[in-house]
């Protein structure tokens, strides 16, 4: 079936620096999400993305995180600076239609602030 | 807010039993749309089955749910666990065509 990548797949970053998850979505999708899911806890969602613009966020999307696709290339999700509670593993999904479309997920970025 | 439950973090069964993973829900909107993701280890999580019609079954690979909108809930079953089965599983909640919000998942463990 479709594939959705995610690069990296594992991240180690001090503490304050930035970093930048990039995910390759479904070619012909239209619709971008990232979910953040910390170790032993449930996957939370944090944004929607279309057309170049936040679609909806959650109160877990703060003012350091923010996406992108530039030119139909990667979404991704930066976070400048990061903080320690900011390690997880991200999540990106796709879409063609929104909300009761199925979401094909990536395999994760494990991303942890030391 | 709108929430999802899944009360049983872990679910240990025997190969062959039958399979119930619970999930209820809260919403205030009507048009609420429910789905089961599976997430087996070093793979994605993907899409198992959906609904958003009231008491009407749904099924894939053996697995069904029907949404009870009376009770809130979405339940997953399967009349026989396979090995291949373990996993997690996760229900989500989407309405007003907004994201998928998931619920805390459950780890379903099936043993010979």
């Known amino acids: 079936g479709p594939k959705v990548l995610q690069i990296p797949s594992h991240q180690i970053i001090d503490m304050g620096q930035m970093v930048t998850l990039n995910c390759d979505p479904v070619s012909n999708h239209l619709y971008f999400y990232w979910y953040k899911q910390i170790l032993g806890q449930q996957m939370e969602f944090l944004v929607n993305?279309?057309?170049?613009?936040?679609?909806?966020k959650s109160k877990l999307f703060k003012d350091q995180f923010s996406v992108e696709r530039p030119d139909g290339s990667y979404f991704t999700l930066k976070i400048q600076p990061t903080a320690l509670e900011d390690s997880a593993v991200y999540f990106c999904a796709s879409s063609l239609v929104r909300g009761t479309d199925t979401q094909y997920f990536g395999p994760g970025t494990r991303l942890l602030v030391l | 807010g709108d929430s999802v439950t899944q009360k049983e973090g872990l679910v240990t069964l025997t190969e062959g039993l039958p399979v119930m993973l619970n999930c209820t829900y809260q919403?205030?909107?009507?048009?609420?749309?429910l789905f089961w993701y599976v997430h087996y280890l070093n793979e994605s999580p993907r899409l198992l089955l959906k609904?958003?019609?009231?008491?009407k079954r749904t099924e894939h690979q053996g697995f069904h749910a029907t949404l009870h909108k009376s009770s809130s809930s979405f339940h997953l079953q399967k009349s026989s666990a396979q090995l291949s089965d373990s996993a997690l599983y996760y229900c989500a909640l989407s309405r007003n065509n907004n994201a998928p919000r998931f619920g805390a998942g459950t780890k379903l463990s099936v043993k010979p």
């Open positions: 993305f279309y057309n170049g613009k936040v679609m909806e």
């Open positions: 919403t205030i909107y009507s048009n609420a749309f």
């Open positions: 609904s958003s019609t009231d008491n």
